[in-house]
C-alpha cells in the first residue's frame, strides 16, 4: 500500500512516460486521455469510437493527437 495515489502511465510519441487522467471531449463526449503534468499532452480515441458517442465525425476520431501536444 503506497501513499501515492497511482495514476495510470502512458507513453508519448518521444517515448517519455507520463501519468494521465481522464478527460471528456467537448466535442463528442468520448474520453480521452491527458498528461497529468502536461494537460496539452493528449491521448485521444481515435477509432475507439465509444457508444455513447454524439459525433463519429470529431476530429479526436477523424485525426487523433496519439502521445502529442495539441496544436
Ligand atoms: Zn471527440
Ligand atoms: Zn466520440
Known sequence: ?????????????????HQVLREVCYGCGCRYLSAEDDHDLVWEPGREVQSSCTDELCECHTAPVIGERRG
Open 1 to 17: 500500500m503506497g501513499k501515492v495515489l497511482t495514476l495510470p502511465e502512458r507513453q508519448d510519441a518521444q517515448g517519455g512516460w
